[in-house]
């Protein structure tokens, strides 16, 4: 394994240089830069994190909180680990139990005991209650922080336009014929429904709302997908909660006979990998989970480098993007 040493016995330059180089700290001419990290990614370089947390007598180690296991959020711990492996932070993840328990109290507890550098809080929409208790903790705690997708107003978070993302896929469905354009998604008051209601009201449209138990399953998704063909007069698009949901309405929908999009088109929300292998292939809005995970890395590492909050505050808000493909 190459050492420092090594380093700069290759590219001429002093150990010391060849430190600040890979750290970032410090000034170094540019193009010995690039020299240094040309050479420690070929030499096959691999720097110390405990030695250094030793010697700096500075914890290495971030915490990411996950109440869940998700393609999306290990999308979005993708996205926070490159930025944080390149500063040479060590990313260790803690997995809560799903049902709001005892189980937080020990997770905090251990959060405290092991005072990691930082801690990436994923949130649950469903236990926003979470977001508040852990982010007083780590305040009372002087640990930094930061959540991904927090509803909860006042923590620092980046979260992602989901309320515009469906707005701009109903604009969509308008501009594309669709008159009846129906709203599918969980009892409960959300991003998306907001975004669907704007864009109604932008169109002057009085809103169809077709509302599904959050508890309920995909074979449940699919019963009402039926029932929803079986509507008189028939919505002529629909827009669903979720690309899972959207899979189960489209299956439903071809159960009793009706053709998408010719009679009813599809929008999902997600674009997870199946969303282009279900049939029709699914318009659907996509979610940037690696660039939240990058964004929220990348306050982070500012917190701990105890950088001043910006004027409008630590919290990021990033956009979706519309990917139209043949349901819609």
Known sequence: MARLKDIAQASQVSIRTVNRAIKGNGYVDSA???????????????????ARSLSSGKNMDVVALLWGVDELNMAKLAGLEDPLRSREYQLNCLFGAPEYDAAQERILEELTKRRPAGVAIFSDRYHPERDRAIFRSMLAANIPYITVDSHVEGVDSVRIDRSQGVCDAVLHLAASGRQRIAYWGPQEDSTRLVGYLRAMRQLGRPPL????????????????????????????????????????????????????????????????????????????????????????????????????????????????????????
């Open 32 to 50: 010995v830069r690039q020299r240094v990290l040309h050479l420690a990614k070929t030499l096959g370089y691999v720097p110390n994190r405990t």
């Open 209 to 328: 709302c077709l509302m599904f138990d959050p508890e309920s399953d995909m074979s449940l998704w699919r019963a009402q997908g039926r029932e929803i063909a079986q509507m008189s007069p028939l919505p002529d698009a629909i827009q669903a909660y979720s690309d899972t949901t959207a899979f189960a309405l489209l299956a439903g929908l071809y159960a009793e006979g009706i053709r998408v999009p010719q009679q009813i088109a599809v929008v999902g929300f997600d674009d997870r990998p199946m969303a282009a292998l279900a049939w029709p292939p699914l318009t659907t809005v996509a979610q940037p989970c690696r660039a939240a995970g990058a964004a929220a890395a990348e306050i982070l590492l500012r917190k701990i480098a105890g950088e001043p909050a910006p004027t409008q505050g630590w919290s990021q808000t990033l956009p979706t993007r519309l990917v139209i493909r043949e349901s819609a």
